[in-house]
């Protein structure tokens, strides 16, 4: 089964690849000649996914999945959140959603910084799932609808004081799930694809694709 998964992002392709198996073929946007930067506007993790996929049906119209994840943090008031990705160059705020930064030692820096002597570290990484897939309503063929559906994936744990393992990408090297003694830049892709917030959206993925 081909499908597109809405990014370019090599880290997210590769687990998601691991995660979904020989089942599917995963499509990038590469892949699919799309080469345009699509807008992540949304307030909310469930916005940003159902834009991103939304943008790739509307203008591929192939059936598409986009995922987006936040780190939220206890004593931040659930920071940075949606603003993951791009915490180190904006405040957290909707009158700056459009800064931008993927710079991972940044935004670990200020959200370390923000924390400090804190003991408070309880965190979560959330990741939400948007899939639209088309759904022919006539024999024929000729009238279609769209449908929607989202898939949510949450993976206790908390925050360290300093950055520990080479592995991962973005926080992982200073999230401790709950029930570890490592992070997930220590524990390794194998057990991270098979534990993570990802790994939990994607896997409620495969389970209602392969009942179709």
């Keep these: 089964m081909k499908i597109v998964f809405a990014t370019n992002n090599e880290h997210k392709l590769s687990e998601i690849r691991s995660i979904l198996g020989d089942s599917f073929e995963v499509l990038s946007l590469k892949d699919i ?13 469930e916005e940003n996914a159902l834009q991103k996929a939304q943008y790739v049906y509307d203008h591929y119209h ?6 987006d994840t936040g780190l939220e943090v206890d004593a931040l008031d659930g920071a940075p959140g949606v603003y993951s990705a ?3 160059s904006m405040a957290v705020d909707a009158d700056h959603a459009q800064a931008i930064s993927h710079d991972s030692e940044a935004n670990m820096a200020r959200l370390l910084k923000e924390l400090g002597e804190n003991n408070n570290r309880k965190a979560r990484f959330r990741t939400v799932i948007a899939l639209i897939q088309k759904k022919d309503v006539c024999p024929c063929g000729c009238t279609s609808i769209k449908e929607i559906h989202k898939f949510e994936g949450i993976v206790e744990g908390e925050i360290i004081r300093e950055r520990r393992g080479g592995e991962g990408f973005g926080y ?3 999230f ?4 570890y003694d490592k992070t997930f830049a220590e ?3 194998d057990i991270k694809n098979h534990i993570s917030h990802r790994a939990r959206a994607t896997q409620k993925l495969a389970e209602y694709l392969l009942k179709k």
């Design 172 to 174: 992982d090297p200073i």
């Design 187 to 189: 524990l390794g892709m």
């Design 33 to 45: 000649g799309c080469d345009v930067d699509i807008p992540e506007t949304g307030k909310t993790l």
């Design 62 to 67: 192939i059936d598409c999945f986009a995922d």
């Design 176 to 179: 401790q799930p709950d029930g």
């Design 86 to 88: 791009r915490y180190a």
